[in-house]
């Protein structure tokens, strides 16, 4: 999956922003559409990262919490667009303490070694 490279919320972020400014200056989406869309694309993503991860839960869960807030406003939950953000903060936070102990960069330790001063 060369195309999330190490930034797939990016992609999610950017697909969710996209949805939003195309309806806000004309496309015909339907707020229902729209949950949908963001929703589709947040289970996607947060299960695309669980799998290259091996064993990051975290992202998962993180795509669920995105997909279901998404869902429950296209359904009639009437939070404004901050009280989502702060939601979602959160959620990604707790996520991201939770998963900064559980993953490891696919490079070799020895790559992001510091390399020795010399002429100093």
């Known amino acids: 999956m060369k195309i999330f490279n190490r930034e797939p919320a990016l992609w999610?972020?950017?697909v969710a922003i996209g949805v939003k400014l195309l309806a806000a200056f004309g496309?015909?989406?339907s707020a229902d559409q729209q949950a949908v869309i963001n929703a589709v694309a947040a289970a996607l993503v947060g299960l695309a990262l669980a799998v290259m991860a091996h064993d990051a839960i975290g992202a998962a869960v993180l795509g669920f919490a995105?997909?279901?807030l998404a869902l429950a406003?296209?359904?009639g939950l009437n939070w404004?667009?901050?009280q989502q953000a702060v939601v979602l903060a959160a959620a990604a936070a707790v996520v991201a303490m939770w998963d900064r102990t559980q993953i490891t960069a696919p490079v070799p330790a020895a790559a992001v070694q510091r390399a020795?001063?010399?002429g100093v």
Request: no cysteine; charged share 10%.
């Open 27 to 29: 496309l015909d989406v």
């Open 116 to 118: 020795p001063l010399t």
């Open 73 to 75: 406003v296209g359904f």
């Open 12 to 14: 999610l972020g950017l």
């Open 80 to 82: 404004s667009a901050e």
């Open 66 to 68: 995105q997909a279901a």
